[in-house]
């Protein structure tokens, strides 16, 4: 089944066989439409000149090249400096801890918890985003190590439209932007009573 993650067919594809590429599209899935998010990726990795992002590539280019990289119009990221930093980060990480192999940290682990620890480890993810790239891996890319859905909690439940894990179409699009400002609707009503 073809992703429905970024904007394009090409940057879908890219996601689906560069495995830095889908890590690099969850770190930039912030304060940014889904669909951007995961397509800068692709961007970027025209933008270097390549059919595959490289995390040793990445992690040793030199840092005002690499944000320029992120700034030239149309920007990859709302925040382009602060998040071509922390793509360098994550690839450093990766070239530290995993020898620059992105999809060794999800072949490797034994149980869906030591999944989610790795992936909040890494530089520019959390518990929260952990669990949802879980789900994400779980859900369309057929990673699922022992106790996966329950490592990746709510995020894990089957249908439960929550996060970019459950995105399959436009439907299914259509059903996380509602959940996310149901949401937000009501954390901000719960801010305001307080």
Known sequence: MPLHLATTPDANALL??????????????QQIPM???????????????VTRLDAHQIAVYDPEGFEQL???????????AAMAKRVQELCRSLVEKY?????????????????VSRVAGLPGFGQQKAKIFTALLGKQFGVQPTGWRE???LYGEPGSHRSV?????GTSLHKVRSFKQQQK????AQAESV
């Open 16 to 29: 689906a066989e560069d495995p830095l590429a889908l890590l690099a599209g969850m770190l930039l899935d």
């Open 35 to 49: 669909e951007k998010a995961f397509t800068s990726p692709a961007v970027l990795a025209e933008r270097m000149g």
């Open 70 to 80: 992120f700034r030239q119009v149309p920007a990859l990221h709302r925040f382009p």
């Open 99 to 115: 020898d620059g192999d992105a999809a060794s940290i999800w072949t490797t682990a034994a149980t869906g918890d030591e999944l």
């Open 151 to 153: 490592a990746a909690g």
């Open 165 to 169: 894990a459950d995105v399959i179409d």
């Open 185 to 188: 609707a009501a954390a901000k």
